[in-house]
T-cell receptor, first 114, second 112 residues
Framework: DTAVSQTPKYLVTQMGNDKSIKCEQNLGHDTMYWYKQDSKKFLKIMFSYNNKELIINETVPNRFSPKSPDKAHLNLHINSLELGDSAVYFC?????????????FGQGTRLTVV | TQLLEQSPQFLSIQEGENLTVYCNSSSVFSSLQWYRQEPGEGPVLLVTVVTGGEVKKLKRLTFQFGDARKDSSLHITAAQPGDTGLYLCAGEEVGGSEKLVFGKGTKLTVNP
């Protein structure tokens, strides 16, 4: 059973398109995250949700909109995709919102904008 | 500037060698975590250190948190090809913005 699963694994799309990435965790965790990893492997948090409520929103363009229909799901919708959005996007979850708890990551979604 | 600086950025060694990678900052952290990420996968937590001077061992891996809680090291004894991966440190800065900050990682390759 995959603990944190995200789909799709690969996404190639043209500039200007709108796309969504889905994430689900079956660990019963309260907190979920979206991270962006750039081509230099730098991993940076984008959003954090605790029990469906937004608790961290980094300086991310408002073209990126997370949605949490329930605490097991956190989806990421991106409007008007730009070349600079190309990266690997990771969903993660943790039992509580404390930062020194273990975060479980999904396999990542490699987004390529052409 | 990076809050957490990792060195070296790349390391390629032969099986059986020992190595140490470093995670340094000018800021104080309430805790530091080490993750390993393999190609095509998400990072997996190896250890969390929370006390200054703390040493934790995980089989052939030894993690140390600096006394001042500004730095950490990871030492691998008798490296094996299975240790190959990207090693990331991540920390919660004291008085910071309450988010986990990651270093850029050390890419380790262990050749058979």
């Amino acid at each position: 059973d995959t603990a944190v699963s995200q789909t799709p694994k690969y996404l190639v799309t043209q500039m200007g398109n709108d796309k969504s990435i889905k994430c689900e965790q079956n660990l019963g965790h309260d907190t979920m995250y979206w991270y962006k990893q750039d081509s230099k492997k730098f991993l940076k948090i984008m959003f954090s949700y605790n029990n469906k409520e937004l608790i961290i929103n980094e300086t991310v363009p408002n073209r990126f909109s997370p949605k949490s229909p329930d605490k097991a799901h956190l989806n990421l919708h991106i409007n008007s995709l730009e070349l600079g959005d190309s990266a690997v996007y990771f969903c993660a979850s943790s039992q509580v919102a404390r930062l020194n708890t273990e975060a479980f990551f999904g396999q990542g979604t490699r987004l390529t904008v052409v | 500037t990076q809050l957490l600086e990792q060195s070296p950025q790349f390391l390629s060694i032969q099986e059986g060698e020992n190595l140490t990678v470093y995670c340094n900052s000018s800021s104080v952290f309430s805790s530091l975590q080490w993750y390993r990420q393999e190609p095509g996968e998400g990072p997996v937590l190896l250890v969390t250190v929370v006390t200054g001077g703390e040493v934790k061992k995980l089989k052939r891996l030894t993690f140390q948190f600096g006394d001042a809680r500004k730095d950490s090291s990871l030492h691998i004894t008798a490296a094996q090809p299975g240790d190959t991966g990207l090693y990331l440190c991540a920390g919660e800065e004291v008085g910071g913005s309450e988010k986990l900050v990651f270093g850029k990682g050390t890419k380790l390759t262990v050749n058979p």
